[in-house]
């Protein structure tokens, strides 16, 4: 697992794991604000210049506990729209 959205990391690290499936966390859980569908697909795009995309799992930095349940899943159904529009699957 790489926490990615409070701090973005130089994604070419991402080539380093050629044989693993990633977890990217493409959503800060340290702040309020939500992240656009384009700004996380923005973020997975990005990665999928460097991993395949079968080896990469989309997710937040780390837990969801200390948000409210309303803000963490506007956060999770944009992560999951995100996903989809970049060609992922998982829940609708």
Known sequence: ????AHRPND????ERFARTTLILGTVAIANSRVETTDEIAGRLGDALGHIDAHRLIAAP??????????????????????????GGSGPA
């Open 1 to 4: 697992s790489i926490e990615d």
């Open 11 to 14: 994604l070419s690290l991402l």
């Open 61 to 86: 930095d780390c837990g969801l506990a200390l948000l409210g349940r309303d803000l963490a899943w506007r956060k999770l159904a944009n992560l999951c729209r995100a996903a989809r529009a970049v």
